[in-house]
């Protein structure tokens, strides 16, 4: 009895359903060349971005800050909840650098102690 073998469809790099990856990775490369402070300034817009999209991450957010800071008003925990996106956003793109511009000398963002 032949077992007949299913082979999973490899898409080619160049096909046209694989374009929208192509096109980010394009975009992550460019924000990994520009300068750390543009990417902080994108970084905090796309959180912002993030805020008003992910509703439900927002929750989450919101139900942890709430728990976490009782003491807090209710303005001063939504300011919390809208500075922790804006800190996600700026992390994710600051990730990028040291995969897409691995050349990049960044020494002078950090201190080193204890080494």
């Known amino acids: 009895m032949k077992v007949k073998k299913h082979r999973k469809k490899i898409r080619k790099r160049y096909e046209p359903s694989v374009w929208p990856t192509w096109i980010l990775v394009g975009l992550a490369w460019c924000v990994a060349h520009l300068p750390m402070r543009w990417i902080q300034v994108l970084g905090r817009r796309f959180g912002d971005l993030a805020y008003h999209l992910a509703k439900p991450r927002r929750q989450v957010t919101e139900t942890n800050i709430r728990r976490c800071f009782p003491a807090l008003s209710g303005d001063e925990q939504q300011a919390l909840v ?22 990049r000398d960044l ?3 950090f201190t080193l102690q204890g080494v």
């Open 82 to 103: 809208r500075q922790v996106f804006r800190e996600i956003g700026i992390g994710s793109l600051e990730l990028m650098v040291p995969w897409l511009a691995p050349g």
């Open 107 to 109: 020494t002078s963002r």
